[in-house]
């Protein structure tokens, strides 16, 4: 019996590799000019750093980690990988450094959930943090920098969705509200909401069970919530950042239910949407964390930043289907066809041959399959020094001086 992938994984075949390395060099030239720095952490942490960092009443925390004892150590496989950046930025002391730090990485991270569309067990995320600023301006040029890159993979219809949960104090009274509010339905709401009521009532706002969207719907529990009451601090922190997005042209909108699902963010957090994803929507999701550097062991240091979801990032991005080999070498001496092809290489063009002494025809009927050009080099060619090249769009061809075709390739 042939073995398969594990539920919730897939292979990444070439094709879409391909199209994923132009995704990753978009963001390594988008990055580059916005000062971020490439870093990569491992994928198995202390089990520890994700209770700590991502926070023990996630979701997350709870259900999606794959975790497992070796030589006696808890280890987690990343389930995401800021509270990783956030271990390394302090391992290393980039405290240190000249602030902001702005580390950007891309991998793999695991979470044990159910497979549908958009939603796998091992996923790839590419994300930005930044280190050490407070000021408003700071969310903006994160939040500038992921329209930029989207833009920049040629993505449309995106719309950022922007929210503040304020510092500590803001949520607790907002936390106060909601349960209050809801308390009287809790019974009626979904397993999930039950739990959340005790340990972290914000995501009850999150929640995509139908029966619990009826109900708040039903009471208006929504509308009674209404947004979150942030202190003057929390609001001009607010304020501003909306005022640089003006500034930068970024539109957005207020979405005051966006809570996110990992604990540690305070103040500002957004997501990016596109209709085109279906149900699983989000294709980017960040925000502040001015609280996880200290709750890791660090010195109290702000911090912002997002990631974004390779493979739905994928599924938005028009295929381009081009034939990727630029000369088919074709010939019934396979030495000299290595050579040839060899050579071609050399002058940084992508070529390849029949490896067979079959038929000339044969061969160039792969080669117009696969590639713009075939080379042919028969036995007339070899005893001339010289390669007939032909077009495989239009089929026509010349016959020229082989040094000269070498040389002229660039
Ligand atoms: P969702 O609400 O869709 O579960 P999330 O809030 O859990 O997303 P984050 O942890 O913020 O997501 O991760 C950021 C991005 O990573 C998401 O917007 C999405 O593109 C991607 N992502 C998250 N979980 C998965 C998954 N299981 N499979 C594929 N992509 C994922
Ligand atoms: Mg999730």
């Given at each position: 019996?042939?073995?398969?992938a594990?539920?919730g994984?897939k292979?990444?075949l070439?094709?879409?590799?391909?199209?994923?390395?132009?995704?990753?060099?978009?963001?390594?030239?988008?990055?580059?000019?916005?000062?971020?720095?490439?870093?990569?952490?491992?994928i198995?942490?202390?089990?520890?750093?994700?209770?700590?960092?991502?926070g023990?009443?996630?979701?997350?925390?709870?259900?999606?980690?794959?975790?497992?004892?070796?030589?006696?150590?808890?280890?987690t496989?990343?389930?995401?990988n800021?509270?990783?950046v956030?271990?390394?930025?302090?391992?290393?002391n980039m405290?240190?450094?000249?602030?902001?730090?702005?580390l950007?990485y891309?991998?793999?991270?695991?979470?044990?959930e159910?497979p549908?569309a958009?939603?796998?067990?091992q996923f790839?995320?590419?994300?930005?943090?930044?280190?050490?600023?407070?000021d408003?301006s700071?969310?903006?040029?994160?939040i500038?920098?992921?329209v930029?890159?989207?833009?920049?993979?040629?993505?449309?219809?995106l719309?950022?969705?922007?929210?503040?949960?304020?510092?500590?104090?803001?949520?607790?009274?907002?936390?106060?509200?909601?349960?209050?509010?809801?308390?009287?339905v809790?019974?009626?709401?979904?397993?999930?909401?039950?739990k959340?009521?005790?340990t972290n009532?914000?995501r009850?706002?999150?929640?995509?069970?139908?029966t619990?969207?009826q109900?708040f719907?039903?009471?208006q529990?929504?509308?009674?919530?209404?947004h979150i009451?942030?202190?003057?601090?929390?609001s001009t922190h607010y304020s501003q950042?909306?005022?640089?997005?003006d500034?930068?042209n970024?539109?957005?909108?207020?979405?005051?239910?966006l809570?996110?699902?990992?604990?540690?963010?305070?103040?500002?957090v957004?997501?990016?949407?596109?209709?085109?994803?279906?149900?699983?929507?989000?294709?980017?999701?960040?925000?502040?964390?001015?609280?996880?550097?200290?709750?890791?062991?660090?010195?109290?240091?702000?911090a912002?930043?997002w990631?974004?979801?390779?493979?739905r990032?994928?599924?938005?991005?028009?295929?381009?289907?081009?034939?990727?080999?630029d000369?088919?070498?074709?010939?019934?001496?396979?030495?000299e066809?290595?050579?040839?092809t060899?050579?071609?290489?050399?002058?940084?063009?992508?070529?390849e041959?029949?490896y067979?002494?079959?038929k000339f025809?044969?061969?160039?009927?792969?080669?117009?399959?696969?590639?713009?050009?075939?080379v042919?080099?028969?036995?007339s060619?070899?005893?001339?020094?010289?390669?007939?090249?032909?077009?495989?769009?239009?089929?026509?061809?010349?016959?020229?001086d082989?040094?000269?075709?070498?040389?002229?390739i660039?």
């Amino acid at each position: 019996m042939i073995i398969k992938a594990q539920k919730g994984t897939k292979d990444v075949l070439p094709e879409e590799y391909i199209q994923w390395k132009n995704i990753l060099n978009k963001a390594d030239e988008i990055f580059k000019y916005a000062n971020f720095k490439q870093i990569s952490t491992p994928i198995f942490e202390a089990t520890e750093l994700f209770k700590r960092g991502v926070g023990d009443s996630t979701d997350i925390v709870n259900k999606e980690m794959y975790t497992f004892e070796k030589s006696e150590r808890s280890i987690t496989l990343r389930p995401e990988n800021t509270a990783g950046v956030v271990r390394a930025y302090l391992e290393h002391n980039m405290q240190r450094e000249i602030q902001p730090v702005k580390l950007w990485y891309f991998g793999p991270m695991f979470r044990y959930e159910r497979p549908q569309a958009g939603r796998q067990r091992q996923f790839h995320q590419l994300g930005v943090e930044m280190f050490g600023i407070e000021d408003a301006s700071a969310d903006a040029d994160c939040i500038y920098t992921a329209v930029k890159f989207f833009e920049a993979v040629g993505l449309k219809n995106l719309s950022v969705e922007l929210n503040s949960l304020g510092c500590n104090s803001c949520r607790n009274k907002f936390r106060e509200k909601i349960k209050n509010l809801i308390e009287p339905v809790l019974s009626e709401l979904c397993f999930d909401c039950q739990k959340r009521f005790s340990t972290n009532p914000l995501r009850i706002l999150d929640c995509k069970n139908e029966t619990c969207k009826q109900i708040f719907d039903e009471k208006q529990i929504l509308e009674k919530i209404s947004h979150i009451e942030l202190c003057e601090e929390c609001s001009t922190h607010y304020s501003q950042l909306k005022s640089h997005l003006d500034m930068l042209n970024v539109k957005y909108i207020e979405n005051p239910f966006l809570v996110r699902g990992l604990d540690y963010y305070t103040r500002t957090v957004f997501e990016i949407k596109s209709e085109n994803l279906g149900s699983q929507n989000a294709v980017c999701g960040g925000g502040r964390y001015d609280n996880l550097v200290e709750t890791l062991g660090g010195p109290k240091t702000p911090a912002v930043g997002w990631a974004v979801g390779m493979e739905r990032l994928y599924s938005l991005t028009e295929k381009d289907n081009v034939k990727n080999i630029d000369y088919f070498v074709i010939s019934d001496n396979i030495s000299e066809a290595l050579k040839l092809t060899n050579e071609i290489r050399n002058r940084n063009k992508t070529a390849e041959m029949d490896y067979s002494k079959r038929k000339f025809t044969k061969q160039i009927e792969k080669a117009s399959k696969i590639a713009d050009f075939a080379v042919i080099i028969g036995e007339s060619e070899i005893a001339k020094h010289t390669i007939t090249i032909k077009n495989l769009k239009n089929f026509e061809q010349t016959e020229i001086d082989r040094d000269i075709f070498i040389s002229s390739i660039n």
